[in-house]
C-alpha cells in the first residue's frame, strides 16, 4: 500500500526566502507524482506534474524534482512571497491503479513579511 | 481550460436528512470522476471512483449506501450523503480526469473548489 509523507508539516519563513518542501513515498512503482496548492477552505491547484520518466518540472519560481528510485521528491520555491503562503500537497499515481491518488499529509507554508 | 466546479459550495444541513452534492466538467468531457474527503487540517481520502454509466468503485471502509455516487453523464457526478450525522461534516472535494485530446488530459485530475458540509 502506497503511503506518502511530507515533511515539515508546517513551515514560516521570511519573504524572499528559498525553499524546499518534501515529500516520499513507500512504492517507487509510481506512474506520475504531482504537486498541489490548496488555500484555506479551497480546492486543489496544480502547480507542477513529473513523470516516472523525468526528473524534473519547472514553472516559474517553482520547481519540482523525482527521485523514483530513493521515493524522494521536492518542490523548491524561490524568493518567497506573502501570496505562497497556503497547504502544498504532493500526490503519488502508481501504476496499475487505474488513476487513483495517494495523498501526502501535506505542508502548510506561511511567509511573513 | 479544464475546469470543475461543484455545488453547493456549503451546506448546513440537519441530523438525519440527505444532501447531494454535484460535481460537473465545465469545458471538457470526464469519463471517470473521483470523490474526496478532507478532515480539517488532514490530507484527501478518496472515498470512490465514479465511471459515466456504471457503478462506482468504493474505497475500503466507505459505505456505499451512505454516500450514493451517480455519474449519469459525462460532465455530471453527483454525490448524496444520505441520513447525514454530524461525523459526516467534512469538506469534499470531486475531481474529473478528461477523455484526451484537447482539454482534460486523461493523466491529470481537475479537480473541484469544494464542499464544506455541516450537520447540526
Known amino acids: 500500500k502506497q503511503e506518502v509523507t511530507q515533511i515539515p508539516a508546517a513551515l514560516s519563513v521570511p519573504e524572499g526566502e528559498n525553499l524546499v518542501l518534501n515529500c516520499s513515498f513507500t512504492?517507487?512503482?509510481?506512474?506520475?507524482l504531482q504537486w498541489f496548492r490548496q488555500d484555506p477552505g479551497k480546492g486543489l491547484t496544480s502547480l507542477l506534474l513529473?513523470?516516472?520518466?523525468?526528473r524534473e518540472q519547472t514553472s516559474g519560481r517553482l520547481n519540482a524534482s523525482l527521485d523514483k528510485s530513493s521515493g524522494r521528491s521536492t518542490l523548491y520555491i524561490a524568493a518567497s512571497q506573502p501570496g505562497d503562503s497556503a497547504t502544498y500537497l504532493c500526490?503519488?499515481?502508481?501504476?496499475?491503479?487505474?488513476?487513483?491518488?495517494?495523498f501526502g499529509t501535506g505542508t502548510r507554508l506561511q511567509v511573513t513579511l | 481550460g479544464a475546469v470543475v466546479s461543484q455545488h453547493p459550495s456549503r451546506v448546513i444541513c440537519k441530523s438525519g436528512t440527505s444532501v447531494k452534492i454535484e460535481c460537473r466538467s465545465l469545458?471538457?468531457?470526464?469519463?471517470?470522476m473521483f470523490w474526496y474527503r478532507q478532515f480539517p487540517k488532514k490530507s484527501l481520502m478518496l472515498m470512490a471512483t465514479?465511471?459515466?454509466?456504471?457503478?462506482?468503485?468504493?474505497e475500503q471502509g466507505v459505505e456505499k449506501d451512505k454516500f450514493l455516487i451517480n455519474h449519469a453523464s459525462l460532465t455530471l457526478s453527483t454525490l448524496t450523503v444520505t441520513s447525514a450525522h454530524p461525523e459526516d461534516s467534512s469538506f469534499y472535494i470531486c475531481?474529473?480526469?478528461?477523455?484526451?485530446?484537447?482539454?482534460?488530459?486523461?493523466?491529470?485530475?481537475?479537480f473541484g473548489p469544494g464542499t464544506r458540509l455541516t450537520v447540526l
Open positions: 513529473i513523470q516516472s520518466s523525468q
Open positions: 500526490a503519488v499515481k502508481n501504476t496499475g491503479t487505474a488513476s487513483k491518488l495517494t
Open positions: 475531481s474529473a480526469r478528461g477523455i484526451g485530446g484537447g482539454l482534460g488530459s486523461t493523466d491529470t485530475q481537475y
Open positions: 465514479s465511471n459515466e454509466g456504471s457503478k462506482a468503485t468504493y
Open positions: 469545458d471538457f468531457q470526464a469519463t471517470t
Open positions: 512504492d517507487s512503482a509510481i506512474y506520475n
